[in-house]
């Protein structure tokens, strides 16, 4: 076969891409384990998308495997080797504000309007007609390719865990799960909890109010976009009331305020982000532990909203307590305050997403994190750690990907590091490759989530050279 054109090749099966695309999309496949089923342990919606993608690769001539109804494959080719390709199909909450339907896809100016229309079920998409291009050209391959479907990457990992127990690790990989062009090194991501213990909190004598509970946040990897408070006033509420729609103005934020048996209620809207960058959004519980460490509450309820105000307000970077770092690779340690609440029973916790570079010492930062939480009587737990990830640039795949790219769309293929993590970071040998292009805005995790047309067909062309390239 002479020279592939590989965006005439695209252009066949436009309608099939943006097609298919909206049907993966209209599928809620947010993470559901309060309500497992054997055959679908993450909940229907995610085993919907699951199965959805099996079962068009199986229609397409792909041979399918599900592994235990928590991550699959598609494949096709001959060889000892496997080059791999890790998309998943779960989306994280819609959350509100949504111009439509975040599950309609509905298309307008150019986009598709989804719930995981960029990260990451347009990718996913766009991967998946490249492989198939490559299979109805009939193209040679010397590696049997294989792309690999997550189903709980946006929360444990329990998909890629669970399939690396029982199936091979490719040789080669990359993940549509990010930017183009190359992502070569991703940060570390630790999430824990921290609890409040027992300490000896003075209790207020005649406090403002009393803190019946607080709540924000719904993930580790979000910037929570919505809070909520109670307070029984011990004494007239105008006052505080008066005090919150002043700070609520002052700061140029939405909310609410209202009596509820007895007890009043404030409610708090900020704007989401991927935990990644906190600084892209703006942290509702947060600005809510501002509100309150303005009031004279009770002792236990003053401890922690003095702790998560003393620390974490206006500082994303652990400079308070006492973590900072940075490197040339992969830049800032980010600390993301995901979710945060109180209750008069169980007292008060956070739940943190810490994004670190790859030059980290980690047992350091570990023993002065918990240095500073332990002398405000609080405590870590739950601490799940991935490590960074970093492939040396001039490596085959980083080589040829570059290549590809730079055919594809004339521009230089920088090396990029990010602080998110994708899949990518499963493979001894693998990067992020798209398919978020330069000086698109990224919107993944926010309202309005979507992927112009344009990009899912570029995306899919760069795809398929890529395949190409790395197999041929």
């Known amino acids: 076969m002479g020279q592939i054109n590989w965006q005439e090749e695209v252009m066949k099966r436009r309608d099939d891409i943006i097609a298919d695309t909206q049907k993966l999309l209209q599928i809620k496949s947010v993470l559901d384990d ?5 055959d679908a342990p993450l909940g229907r919606g995610i085993k919907e998308a699951l199965d959805f993608m099996l079962n068009l690769g199986q229609q397409d001539g792909f041979t399918p495997k599900n592994v235990d109804n928590l991550a699959g494959h598609l494949q096709f080719g001959e060889g000892e080797d496997i080059l791999g390709i890790l998309c998943h199909v779960d989306v994280v909450p819609e ?3 949504w111009t439509s339907d975040p599950y309609a896809a509905e298309i307008r100016d150019g986009k598709i309007f989804a719930r995981g229309a960029i990260d990451d079920k347009g990718p996913t998409m766009a991967a998946y007609y490249a492989m198939k291009i490559i299979k109805e050209l009939g193209l040679p391959v010397n590696k049997r390719v294989r792309m690999i479907i997550g189903t709980d990457e946006e929360s444990d990992w329990r998909c890629v865990d669970r399939y690396f127990e029982k199936e091979e690790m490719p040789t080669i990989g990359f993940a549509p799960d990010a930017d183009f062009p190359i992502i070569y090194a991703e940060k570390g991501i630790a999430d824990y909890d921290i609890i409040q213990v027992d300490g000896d909190e003075a209790e207020v004598e005649n406090p403002q109010a009393e803190l019946v509970f607080f709540r924000s946040g719904r993930r580790y990897n979000m910037v929570p976009d919505f809070a909520q408070a109670s307070l029984f006033i011990n004494f007239e509420p105008t006052e505080i009331v008066q005090k919150y729609a002043d700070f609520l103005q002052d700061k140029g934020l939405e909310g609410n305020y209202y009596m509820e048996n007895g007890e009043l209620i404030l409610e708090l809207e900020g704007v989401s982000a991927h935990g990644m960058e906190p600084r892209n959004g703006k942290n509702a519980g947060l600005l809510m532990a501002d509100f309150l460490a303005e009031i004279q ?3 236990k309820a003053a401890a922690f909203i003095q702790f998560t105000h003393k620390y974490f307000a ?10 900072a770092y940075s490197d040339d690779i992969t830049g800032d340690l980010t600390i993301n305050v995901g979710k945060l609440k ?3 029973e169980e007292g008060g916790r956070l739940g943190l997403n ?5 030059t980290t010492d980690m047992d350091a930062t570990m023993r002065q994190l918990e240095h500073s939480v332990k ?3 609080m405590s870590i737990v739950n601490f799940d750690d991935s490590k960074p990830h970093h492939v040396d640039k001039d490596e085959f795949l980083i080589q040829t990907l570059q290549k590809v790219y730079e055919e594809q769309t004339g521009e230089k293929a920088e090396l990029l590091s990010i602080g998110g993590g994708t899949y990518a970071r499963s493979l001894k040998a693998g990067v992020a490759f798209g398919a978020l292009f330069p000086g698109r805005e990224d919107v993944a995790h926010q309202k309005d ?3 112009y047309i344009a990009d899912l067909l570029n995306a899919t062309a760069i795809y398929a050279q890529a395949i190409h390239e790395l197999t041929k």
């Not at 309060?34 to 054997?38: D, G, L, Q, R, T």
């Not at 206006?314 to 973590?323: F, P, S, V």
């Open 34 to 38: 309060e309500n497992p089923e054997a």
């Open 95 to 97: 959350g509100d504000g």
């Open 297 to 299: 509450l009770n002792g």
């Open 314 to 323: 206006n500082d994303t970077r652990g400079d308070h307590l006492g973590i």
């Open 342 to 344: 109180y209750t008069k």
């Open 354 to 358: 810490m994004r670190y570079p790859v």
């Open 375 to 377: 002398a405000e009587h």
């Open 449 to 451: 989530e979507y992927m």
